[in-house]
């Protein structure tokens, strides 16, 4: 049904099988692990192909789907086993003879797709079962609906021609991105929906009362739902429910509170908004996170704004929320806490941390100590001095790749001034650094030997804080001036031997580059000369502006 070099997002191809029975029931698991298992063992035969990162392993956190194509030859050889079965109008239809009558699935890639299937159907009443609309300019509306009551799975972008009486075989809805404001009340009557997927709606304002009575509903997606304020009272009655990528919090009678949360098995990815309407540890413990050992990724949002006029409870309540030690991922935004959750050192598997907007936080706990830590991004921490803070040995992030600091006025080290560093380097793994609007930083931190390379047996040894890093961005650093935190004059000069991009912008103190190491040669004659290696010996990108103070 795709066309060919089409990206498919697996997580919807999975439910797409679901939708239309391909996916045959196993007594003690769950079709979606089943469809996941189809498809690792169709990947692994080179059915498909282009598949992004391992599937359905969380090893890179910066790719937020898997997605995959189906290779060109067995995309031939489908097809033609499949006759009729399946369509693909990706050009405009010359007339109407041309339309693929007989296809159960049918997938458009043109410009204003429902205008052409709205004049073909008027002549007919096919048998779809999946209808993809995948153009980029919707047309005026899907009129004739009622032609199409054997359909099983429907991903479209205009939302006015819902008439949920014609679909009640429907089980895969996909509405994103559309312009709708509001679902139909009477979305009760799809008994058999598996999957809804509401994400990105602009203007989404409110969820139908009787969303609870969709006891199939396994998937359900509310993010990047910017107007969406509350969720529908009852929704712990989904007791089907896997996925639940959004939920807000609302103290109206009629919504949901975090605690229709707590007996549904929910994994993937799950976002609680509007924290500041859950009152307490007790109304956060309700939500049941520790049970939800299927979470990889949650993220803790309050409303930014604000935080002294809301409730005063924002410790107790991020204390509530303790996920399961198992979490990849998490996210805490605009938390009016000045302390950190104690249950942050039982995150031993977690890849990647994201701070945004904690205005009140004074102190980070011992994030070195969290063993697979992949990602640490710090935004907005208005009240935080120094990042490595309270240790007693040394100070290694061991696996750390990305490092993100941005509008973080008042940090000014890296280290405690009690911290015994000694020759340890900080960040021994970092590849990517990024360092925005942090005025009060004066320097890198402290450069350390490291061994660079190796030839005839001998080691040649030079000094950096980031023996990995191959991108750099340092932006609008008011009292930057030192490429490292020292005392005094060194002999030898910090080097970035792995770097390939610098970006140094706006950044008015910094009056030198680094000038890397001495190199001493010997002549033939004896004679010695003194040289002086690059700071960057694989640099490919460099843009400097902003630098007055540069000579």
Same mark, same amino acid.
């Given at each position: 049904?795709?066309?060919?070099?089409?990206?498919?997002?697996?997580?919807?191809?999975?439910?797409?099988?679901?939708?239309?029975?391909?996916?045959?029931?196993?007594?003690?698991?769950?079709?979606?692990?089943?469809?996941?298992?189809?498809?690792?063992?169709?990947?692994?035969?080179?059915?498909?192909?282009?598949?992004?990162?391992?599937?359905?392993?969380?090893?890179?956190?910066?790719?937020?789907?898997?997605?995959?194509?189906?290779?060109?030859?067995?995309?031939?050889?489908?097809?033609?086993?499949?006759?009729?079965?399946?369509?693909?109008?990706?050009?405009?239809?010359?007339?109407?003879?041309?339309?693929?009558?007989?296809?159960?699935?049918?997938?458009?890639?043109?410009?204003?797709?429902?205008?052409?299937?709205?004049?073909?159907?008027?002549?007919?009443?096919?048998?779809?079962?999946?209808?993809?609309?995948?153009?980029?300019?919707?047309?005026?509306?899907?009129?004739?609906?009622?032609?199409?009551?054997?359909?099983?799975?429907?991903?479209?972008?205009?939302?006015?021609?819902?008439?949920?009486?014609?679909?009640?075989?429907?089980?895969?809805?996909?509405?994103?991105?559309?312009?709708?404001?509001?679902?139909?009340?009477?979305?009760?009557?799809?008994?058999?929906?598996?999957?809804?997927?509401?994400?990105?709606?602009?203007?989404?304002?409110?969820?139908?009362?009787?969303?609870?009575?969709?006891?199939?509903?396994?998937?359900?997606?509310?993010?990047?739902?910017?107007?969406?304020?509350?969720?529908?009272?009852?929704?712990?009655?989904?007791?089907?429910?896997?996925?639940?990528?959004?939920?807000?919090?609302?103290?109206?009678?009629?919504?949901?509170?975090?605690?229709?949360?707590?007996?549904?098995?929910?994994?993937?990815?799950?976002?609680?908004?509007?924290?500041?309407?859950?009152?307490?540890?007790?109304?956060?413990?309700?939500?049941?996170?520790?049970?939800?050992?299927?979470?990889?990724?949650?993220?803790?949002?309050?409303?930014?704004?604000?935080?002294?006029?809301?409730?005063?409870?924002?410790?107790?309540?991020?204390?509530?929320?303790?996920?399961?030690?198992?979490?990849?991922?998490?996210?805490?935004?605009?938390?009016?806490?000045?302390?950190?959750?104690?249950?942050?050192?039982?995150?031993?598997?977690?890849?990647?941390?994201?701070?945004?907007?904690?205005?009140?936080?004074?102190? *980070?706990?011992?994030?070195?100590?969290? &063993?697979? %830590? /992949?990602? #640490?991004?710090?935004?907005?921490?208005? =009240? @935080?001095?120094? !990042?490595?803070?309270?240790?007693?040995?040394?100070?290694?992030?061991?696996?750390?790749?990305?490092?993100?600091?941005?509008?973080?006025?008042?940090?000014?080290?890296?280290?405690?001034?009690?911290?015994?560093?000694?020759?340890?380097?900080?960040?021994?793994?970092?590849?990517?650094?990024?360092?925005?609007?942090?005025?009060?930083?004066?320097?890198?931190?402290?450069?350390?030997?490291?061994?660079?390379?190796?030839?005839?047996?001998?080691?040649?040894?030079?000094?950096?804080?980031?023996?990995?890093?191959?991108?750099?961005?340092?932006?609008?650093?008011?009292?930057?001036?030192?490429?490292?935190?020292?005392?005094?004059? *060194?002999?030898?000069?910090?080097?970035? &031997?792995? %770097? /390939?991009? #610098?970006?140094?912008?706006?950044?008015? =103190? @910094?009056?030198? !580059?680094?000038?890397?190491?001495?190199?001493?040669?010997?002549?033939?004659?004896?004679?010695?000369?003194?040289?002086?290696?690059?700071?960057?010996?694989?640099?490919?990108?460099?843009?400097?502006?902003?630098?007055?103070?540069?000579?």
């Amino acid at each position: 049904m795709f066309p060919k070099d089409y990206e498919i997002d697996v997580e919807m191809l999975i439910q797409l099988w679901m939708a239309n029975g391909f996916i045959l029931e196993k007594q003690g698991e769950r079709p979606e692990i089943t469809g996941k298992n189809i498809f690792v063992e169709l990947a692994a035969r080179s059915f498909f192909q282009d598949v992004k990162g391992i599937p359905f392993q969380f090893n890179h956190t910066e790719v937020s789907r898997i997605t995959c194509k189906i290779h060109d030859l067995m995309h031939d050889v489908t097809m033609d086993s499949m006759g009729n079965e399946c369509a693909t109008i990706a050009t405009k239809l010359s007339k109407s003879e041309d339309f693929p009558y007989s296809a159960c699935h049918l997938f458009l890639s043109v410009n204003r797709a429902e205008t052409i299937l709205n004049a073909s159907l008027a002549k007919g009443s096919p048998t779809f079962q999946t209808l993809i609309f995948g153009g980029k300019k919707p047309g005026r509306g899907f009129q004739k609906l009622s032609n199409c009551s054997s359909v099983r799975a429907l991903k479209v972008q205009q939302s006015s021609f819902l008439r949920l009486k014609y679909l009640h075989h429907l089980r895969y809805l996909d509405l994103s991105k559309s312009d709708i404001e509001a679902l139909p009340e009477d979305i009760s009557i799809l008994y058999h929906l598996q999957t809804l997927d509401l994400s990105n709606c602009a203007d989404l304002q409110r969820l139908p009362k009787e969303l609870k009575y969709l006891t199939s509903l396994r998937h359900l997606y509310t993010h990047g739902c910017r107007k969406l304020k509350s969720m529908p009272g009852g929704l712990g009655h989904l007791t089907s429910l896997q996925t639940l990528a959004c939920f807000i919090a609302d103290t109206d009678s009629g919504c949901s509170n975090v605690r229709e949360l707590q007996d549904l098995d929910l994994g993937g990815r799950l976002e609680l908004r509007q924290l500041e309407n859950v009152t307490g540890a007790n109304g956060a413990q309700a939500a049941g996170l520790g049970n939800k050992k299927k979470l990889t990724k949650l993220e803790l949002i309050w409303t930014d704004g604000d935080q002294e006029a809301q409730n005063n409870n924002h410790e107790e309540v991020v204390e509530g929320l303790k996920p399961h030690d198992g979490l990849k991922v998490l996210g805490i935004y605009s938390c009016g806490s000045s302390t950190f959750p104690t249950w942050m050192d039982i995150l031993n598997g977690m890849v990647e941390l994201k701070l945004s907007g904690c205005k009140k936080l004074e102190k *980070l706990p011992a994030l070195w100590q969290l &063993p697979a %830590l /992949e990602i #640490l991004h710090l935004k907005g921490l208005e =009240s @935080l001095h120094c !990042l490595c803070s309270g240790a007693t040995t040394a100070v290694i992030f061991q696996k750390l790749k990305v490092l993100t600091l941005v509008e973080m006025p008042n940090v000014e080290a890296w280290l405690d001034t009690d911290v015994v560093q000694g020759e340890e380097t900080i960040f021994p793994k970092v590849e990517k650094l990024e360092i925005h609007e942090c005025g009060s930083l004066t320097a890198l931190p402290k450069a350390a030997s490291v061994i660079t390379e190796s030839s005839g047996g001998v080691d040649t040894k030079r000094r950096s804080a980031f023996p990995a890093l191959r991108n750099r961005t340092l932006f609008s650093l008011n009292m930057f001036d030192r490429w490292e935190v020292v005392e005094g004059t *060194l002999v030898e000069g910090v080097t970035f &031997p792995r %770097l /390939e991009e #610098l970006y140094i912008l706006s950044c008015a =103190s @910094l009056a030198t !580059l680094p000038i890397g190491s001495l190199l001493v040669e010997q002549s033939f004659g004896g004679a010695e000369t003194v040289c002086c290696r690059s700071a960057f010996p694989a640099l490919r990108k460099l843009e400097l502006s902003g630098l007055s103070a540069l000579e």
